[in-house]
């Protein structure tokens, strides 16, 4: 079973340990005390937890696409019919290919806080321990 520190869920949700720690204390998340004294949470007990979607922001969810990841544009590269826009959310590089018209209305430059939009009907699934999870 997968085991997860709040420090872990708080990069994976992108919010801070605080966010997270008054989750825990309010009883929307459940969570125990681990050997070292340490709130843990399972597995399991996340993954209900955000299949609940109590940790979105309601005002995020005007779309039926729901694969957000909101960071910083790091690269933008335009030639002239189409833009090559790098934005780094966290940990992930999320590109994209669009018009330069959209682009250039994006307002799309370097530094520039902006949010990928996600929305696939193919997506392929790694596994690993990417997060740092622990298994018992």
């Known amino acids: ?3 997860f520190r709040i420090s872990e869920i708080a990069e994976l949700l992108d919010v801070s340990g605080d966010t997270v720690r008054r ?5 929307r998340l459940a969570a125990d005390r681990g050997p070292n004294g340490h709130r ?5 007990d996340l993954a209900a937890f955000m299949r609940s979607g109590a940790h979105e922001d309601p005002a995020r969810q005007s779309s039926s696409a729901r694969n957000r990841f909101s960071g910083l ?5 335009r030639d002239g ?5 790098e934005i780094q959310a966290g940990p992930h590089r999320v590109v994209s290919l ?8 994006l307002g799309l430059e370097v530094g520039a806080p902006a949010t990928a939009i996600v929305k696939s ?3 392929v699934v790694e596994t690993g321990d990417a997060t740092g999870a622990r298994h018992a």
């Open 98 to 105: 669009m018009s330069r018209e959209a682009a250039d209305d």
């Open 23 to 27: 989750w825990v204390d309010s009883g």
């Open 73 to 77: 544009v790091t690269n933008v590269i």
């Open 1 to 3: 079973m997968s085991i």
């Open 121 to 123: 009907t193919n997506v």
């Open 81 to 85: 019919v189409m833009a090559h826009v």
């Open 40 to 44: 843990q949470v399972k597995g399991v």
